[in-house]
């Protein structure tokens, strides 16, 4: 007997105070629709949320867990790309 | 919420008419009865849907009708002035005090008829909270503004299952269709208006009943369509009785499991 299975969706919900959404989990659904369908009854029952994003999980490309050195160590030695050596002016305010 | 608050304690002439009592209390009593026994009928599936994303969705359409349920019954107990709460409507009335329609208090079967059911009655519910927004009472249009909120979801969720599961499979399509047509002449009695429905509507309270009908054609009619199914060809008012009180053998056995503990033990608080 086969068991056919909903695709994976990955959610992303925007909350009420943030700017960006972020990625809260994952659900099964049919299709896209019923995906945003379903993250509303999974992930807002809160109020966590005023907008939601689905994308396929099978849409989405990730780095190589193996790759974790190349990518990421050189970064590691290179304080001067945090922008902590300049003197903001008082004038200029909060940043 | 101070706005709501105001329009709360402003009096509501409509609810302080004498005359109108006895009808507006069946009425009242009608309108939270279906909300209460579709509501206890779609929590039996919570922890038994066939997926976690379901069961989850049915189990909060359950919730918002409970809450709809205790805005209603407590109108209704308070319009009554017997004493009584909205606890008290639920769980101490007998099945033939019940005034919800048949429809809802039908047995839930598979997902098919599950689904069917609640898009029917969405279907409904929805025209019918729009009409309730313009009550002349403004307890009763404030009441229909809040659930509409959650209803227009519940409609949104149906509406798309029943074309998903309609335009699926082979055997989800003749499930649907087989739904369709077994609860078909159950859907007539939301759509019968009695001597308590005519009193609500005469007294700007309801909208009456017969002029929903257009726009739940309309609704249902484009809804299935789009699923691939059949409008049976039989008469949708088969059905009867419900709301006076004269229900399915269904009904005790529902108000057994969900009037036993206060039955049991009278007063228990959780």
Same mark, same amino acid.
């Given at each position: 007997?086969?068991?056919?299975e909903w695709p994976l969706w990955e959610i992303f919900i925007r909350g009420q105070h943030g700017l960006n959404h972020r990625h809260v989990g ?70 | ?6 329009? &709360? ?20 009593? +009608?309108?939270?009865? /279906?909300?209460l026994i579709l509501g206890h009928r779609l929590s039996e599936w919570c922890g038994h849907g066939p997926a976690l994303e379901e069961d989850i969705? %049915?189990?909060?359409?359950? %919730?918002?009708?409970?809450?709809? &349920? ?29 005034? /919800? ?6 047995? /839930? ?6 689904? *069917?059911?609640?898009?029917?009655? $969405?279907?409904?519910?929805?025209? *019918? ?45 003749? +499930?649907?269709? $087989?739904?369709? /047509? ?48 059949? %409008?049976?060809?039989?008469?949708? $008012? ?12 269904? %009904? ?10 206060? +039955? ?7």
């Open positions: 007997m086969s068991k056919k994952s659900l099964h659904a049919p299709d896209a629709e019923m995906a945003v369908n379903n993250a509303r009854d999974v992930y807002t029952r809160r109020k966590e949320g005023v907008s939601i994003w689905v994308v396929k999980s099978t849409d989405i490309t990730a780095s190589a867990p193996s790759a974790k050195g190349p990518l990421f160590d050189p970064a590691e030695s290179k304080v001067y790309r945090h922008p902590t050596f300049f003197d903001i002016p008082d004038d200029v305010g909060h940043m | 919420m101070s706005a709501i608050a105001e329009i &709360t304690a402003a009096p509501d002439p409509v609810l302080a008419d004498d005359g109108l009592r006895r009808a507006l209390f069946e009425w009242l009593c +009608r309108m939270g009865d /279906n909300c969705a %049915l189990a909060n359409t359950a %919730l918002d009708l409970i809450g709809h &349920t205790q805005m209603w019954l407590a109108l209704a107990a308070e319009i009554e002035g017997k004493g009584r709460s909205a606890d008290d409507l639920a769980f101490l009335r007998d099945a033939m005090k019940f005034r /919800n329609a048949k429809l809802v208090e039908l047995p /839930n079967g598979d997902m098919a008829v599950t689904l *069917m059911r609640e898009f029917l009655f $969405d279907a409904w519910h929805f025209e *019918m909270l729009t009409g309730l927004t313009e009550s002349a009472s403004p307890r009763i249009a404030e009441i229909a503004a809040k659930a509409l909120k959650e209803v227009s979801y519940h409609l949104e969720r149906s509406s798309d299952l029943v074309v998903r599961l309609g335009d699926g499979s082979d055997e989800s399509h003749r +499930r649907m269709q $087989d739904a369709l /047509n077994r609860l078909w002449p159950y859907a007539g009695e939301l759509f019968t208006a009695d001597k308590v429905d005519e009193a609500a509507a005469a007294a700007g309270i309801a909208p009456e009943l017969a002029a929903l009908r257009a726009a739940w054609d309309k609704t249902v009619g484009e809804v299935l369509d789009e699923a691939t199914l059949t %409008l049976p060809e039989i008469r949708f $008012d088969v059905h009867q009785g419900g709301k006076q009180g004269r229900h399915t053998e269904h %009904l005790g056995y529902i108000l057994a499991e969900m009037q036993f503990l206060q +039955r049991a033990y009278p007063g228990a608080e959780w």
